[in-house]
T-cell receptor, first 115, second 113 residues
Framework: EPEVTQTPSHQVTQMGQEVILRCVPISNHLYFYWYRQILGQKVEFLVSFYNNEISEKSEIFDDQFSVERPDGSNFTLKIRSTKLEDSAMYFC?????????????FGSGTRLTVV | SQKIEQNSEALNIQEGKTATLTCNYTNYSPAYLQWYRQDPGRGPVFLLLIRENEKEKRKERLKVTFDTTLKQSLFHITASQPADSATYLCAPDRGSTLGRLYFGRGTQLTVWP
């Protein structure tokens, strides 16, 4: 069964540092997403990406965040200057179609801890 | 703003019984509704999608209904097993915003032997 792979599984960083979370989506998927889940809270949408550009972003996805697909396989989320409140589980997801055609495949997540 | 409510309490049932989980939504009209399973420390796993013009959808022991009048979806697991214990998330989807799913808080299901 194809998987979305995320690395690292756990990242601890100092407040104010930059972090890059990495994802390898499923190879024939065209749409890519980042979601996050603060401990005990709902899964929240951050950003969607299609055709090498951002399709939509949420209010959470401010100027501190950026996404990139640097090559044909990787999809990254960068947080420029981390804050304590950025501590969460970050999930990458991908899908064949944008919406309605089926579900999204999520990775196992990166647990980001900002200290 | 849109609001999604799932069973507010955890659901505990005995093995072999049918689990019924509820998802209610307000302030928007989804074209689709997705259900996911989430295990502790893991990402959501897609289970089923139902469209607004479908009343019911089945997959093995799972059944989902979608009532756009009541603004409600019911998720049933028949012949439940301890391995079904997890948190189940619903995500009503407008279908007009690319990739933005709004998830409910989830219902934590425990199936005891």
């Amino acid at each position: 069964e194809p998987e979305v792979t995320q690395t690292p599984s756990h990242q601890v960083t100092q407040m104010g540092q930059e972090v890059i979370l990495r994802c390898v989506p499923i190879s024939n998927h065209l749409y890519f997403y980042w979601y996050r889940q603060i401990l005990g809270q709902k899964v929240e949408f951050l950003v969607s990406f299609y055709n090498n550009e951002i399709s939509e972003k949420s209010e959470i996805f401010d100027d501190q965040f950026s996404v990139e697909r640097p090559d044909g396989s990787n999809f990254t989320l960068k947080i420029r200057s981390t804050k304590l409140e950025d501590s969460a589980m970050y999930f990458c997801a991908s899908s064949v179609v944008g919406q309605g055609g089926g579900g999204y495949t999520f990775g196992s997540g990166t647990r980001l801890t900002v200290v | 703003s849109q609001k999604i409510e799932q069973n507010s309490e955890a659901l505990n049932i005995q093995e072999g019984k049918t689990a019924t989980l509820t998802c209610n939504y307000t302030n928007y009209s989804p074209a689709y509704l997705q259900w996911y399973r989430q295990d502790p420390g893991r990402g959501p796993v897609f289970l089923l999608l139902i469209r607004e013009n479908e009343k019911e959808k089945r997959k093995e022991r799972l059944k989902v209904t979608f009532d756009t009048t009541l603004k409600q979806s019911l998720f049933h697991i028949t012949a439940s097993q301890p391995a079904d214990s997890a948190t189940y998330l619903c995500a009503p989807d407008r279908g007009s915003t690319l990739g933005r799913l709004y998830f409910g808080r989830g219902t934590q299901l425990t199936v005891w032997p």
